[in-house]
């Protein structure tokens, strides 16, 4: 962490010196830390798509799950064919499915709408 700190203060365009703290941050559980790393590379380089990544995985960790969403999405019009971003949106989609499940059930939705006469046709 020290040494990305003092590449940052010797050269405070280096987009890399962002993306390598915003992971240590990461690791060590420092999201808000992390988070402002990560913006930051978008902000300096929009083409640096690491950056997007380290935003979108911190968010998730954060339970920000819409707006990792939509940081993978941005990543996608930079990087079309990137695995981990088409991978994070696949999760998403998935997990967005479930969590309105889950949600329904909590509210006893999902008993009506999985036995109504509707899904028996």
């Not at 968010?59 to 994070?88: I, R, S, V």
């Amino acid at each position: 962490m020290k040494h990305y700190s003092e590449a940052i203060k010797r050269n405070p365009n280096d987009v890399r010196a962002y993306s390598n703290r915003a992971a240590c941050y990461t690791k060590l559980g420092a999201l808000p830390e992390g988070l402002k790393d990560a913006e930051k590379c978008i902000e300096l380089d929009p083409s640096f798509t690491k950056g997007y990544s380290r935003k979108g995985a911190i968010q998730f960790f954060m339970k920000e799950y819409d707006k990792a969403m939509e940081t993978y999405q941005e990543g996608l019009k930079h990087d079309p064919k990137n695995q981990e971003f088409l991978d994070g949106v696949r999760r998403f989609a998935n997990f967005g499915i479930l969590s309105l499940l889950f949600n329904l059930a909590k509210i006893g939705l999902v008993k009506v709408l999985l036995f109504s006469d509707v899904w028996n046709r």
